[in-house]
């Protein structure tokens, strides 16, 4: 399945390559502060492949909070949170928030984690078995 996504403007584009025809595409909603304050539900599979368009790449903010393991792409003209990308053993994975979908209508299952109590090798850990691990940056 594949799924199409960007920011408000277009400025930062995706497509992200689903392995199969499931039924609902999984939701996390993160209750950490950034997430909740975004409005961000977050998916991702390890079997997918993502694809990254950024047309202006200078016009991209790059945010890590925290641990600064992971890196929110916003984008600077419209303020939408696309992406995240973590780089973990030298390759990126990555989640993308199911709100950008260019399709509203897909349907999605969400729910609310939280990730608390996790230390920064957990949460590497947890993003390299459960993340996008075919991360790549399109021309």
């Known amino acids: 399945m594949e799924l199409r996504g960007s920011c408000h403007c277009g400025n930062i584009r ?13 939701g996390r909603a993160c209750t950490c502060s950034y997430c ?16 990254i368009l950024l047309d202006d790449a200078a016009r991209v903010s790059r945010y890590a909070f925290e641990t600064k393991t ?27 928030n199911v709100n950008t979908f260019d399709d509203p209508t897909i349907p999605v299952e969400r729910v609310q984690v939280s990730f608390d109590g996790e230390d920064e ?10 993340w996008i691990g075919r991360v790549r940056f399109d021309a």
């Open 70 to 96: 992971a890196e929110f792409f916003a984008c600077a003209g419209c303020g939408i949170v696309p992406v995240c990308i973590s780089r973990i053993e030298g390759r990126d994975h990555a989640v993308v």
């Open 36 to 51: 909740t304050r975004h409005g961000a539900v977050w998916t991702a599979h390890p079997d997918a492949v993502l694809t």
């Open 121 to 130: 090798d957990q949460r590497l850990v947890r993003r390299h078995e459960r």
């Open 14 to 26: 995706y497509t992200l390559d689903w392995p199969g025809e499931p039924p609902a595409i999984p």
